[in-house]
């Protein structure tokens, strides 16, 4: 039985990261395709607007709060989830594991050649086998062939590495067409994993600022993450109006 907190009408998972590892493991002996969604502030904000992505969050198996200001907004609301779960740490968190036979993942996402070189980089793991990758820049026609191929390697994850709402809506719409266990969201994890962008220091995740870091890093997202304190200044809105 989930936990569930309700933020903007959203449903996210309170859990804590073994928590989530744990589910995992316990989706993986499913035999449907368990959508795991990611979201932070901004995803949060969009799908405030976007009434196919919060349909989306709600339906789907799993979703966790990736960014510190879900936390933060939980808390604002008097419900509080128990940690941030970053979605590029629960796959981290997968690559750990040590199941009775390998788990067969798939990357899709990603610039021309990221995902090949994320699982080139991740290639050793004792628990995890990389069976296909396929950029996230296919047109429409490509896609049943994708599909097949995903379906023909028995993959156990698909990891989707496409952007949000893009990756969210992608992995909704195929959801009865992929024989996968679980097909997970997981925004720009692939370029951190081949190593093109560097991950947020310690001390700027520890402090709730990896934004802070993206934004120096990359100033064009500016707009983007406008999104964050308009998010909180909602959930303080409708935290005073419905008391
Ligand atoms: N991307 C993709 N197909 C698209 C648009 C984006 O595969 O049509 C990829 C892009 O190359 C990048 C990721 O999606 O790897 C989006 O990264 P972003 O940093 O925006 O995601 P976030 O981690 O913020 O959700």
């Given at each position: 039985?989930?936990?569930?907190?309700?933020?903007?009408?959203?449903?996210?998972?309170?859990?804590?990261?073994?928590g989530a590892?744990d589910?995992i493991?316990?989706?993986?002996?499913d035999?449907k395709?368990?959508?795991?969604?990611?979201?932070n502030?901004?995803?949060?904000?969009?799908?405030?607007?976007d009434?196919?992505?919060?349909?989306?969050l709600?339906?789907?198996?799993m979703v966790?709060?990736?960014?510190?200001g879900?936390?933060?907004?939980?808390?604002?609301?008097g419900?509080?989830?128990?940690?941030r779960v970053?979605?590029?740490d629960?796959?981290?968190?997968?690559f750990k594991l040590?199941?009775?036979?390998?788990?067969?993942?798939?990357?899709?996402?990603?610039?021309?050649?990221?995902?090949?070189?994320?699982?080139?980089?991740?290639?050793?793991?004792?628990?995890v086998e990389?069976?296909g990758?396929?950029?996230?820049?296919f047109?429409?026609?490509?896609e049943?062939?994708?599909?097949?191929r995903?379906?023909?390697?028995d993959?156990?994850?698909?990891?989707?590495?496409?952007?949000a709402?893009?990756?969210?809506?992608?992995?909704?719409?195929n959801k009865?067409k992929l024989?996968?266990k679980?097909?997970?969201g997981?925004?720009?994890?692939?370029?951190?994993?081949?190593?093109?962008?560097?991950?947020?220091p310690?001390f700027f995740?520890?402090?709730?600022l990896?934004?802070?870091y993206?934004?120096c890093?990359?100033?064009?997202r500016?707009?983007r993450?406008?999104?964050?304190?308009?998010?909180?200044?909602?959930?303080?809105y409708?935290?005073?109006?419905?008391?």
């Open positions: 039985m989930r936990k569930c907190v309700r933020i903007l009408d959203v449903n996210v998972d309170d859990l804590t990261m073994d590892i589910s493991v316990k989706l993986l002996k035999d395709n368990n959508i795991i969604c990611t979201p502030a901004e995803i949060m904000m969009t799908s405030y607007k009434d196919e992505l919060r349909f989306i709600n339906e789907s198996s966790i709060p990736d960014g510190c879900v936390v933060l907004a939980s808390k604002i609301l419900v509080p989830l128990k940690e970053a979605g590029y629960l796959v981290q968190g997968i040590k199941l009775d036979r390998k788990i067969r993942m798939f990357l899709l996402g990603g610039a021309p050649l990221v995902a090949k070189r994320a699982a080139e980089r991740y290639a050793n793991l004792e628990g990389f069976v990758y396929y950029d996230g820049y047109t429409e026609e490509e049943p062939g994708i599909i097949d995903i379906n023909e390697l993959v156990d994850i698909l990891l989707v590495g496409m952007g709402p893009k990756q969210e809506k992608w992995m909704y719409k009865d024989k996968v679980i097909s997970m997981v925004g720009g994890s692939f370029d951190i994993m081949a190593g093109e962008v560097k991950r947020a310690k995740r520890d402090n709730g990896e934004w802070f993206r934004l890093k990359q100033p064009t500016l707009k993450m406008l999104k964050l304190p308009r998010f909180i200044l909602l959930v303080i409708k935290r005073l109006v419905n008391g």
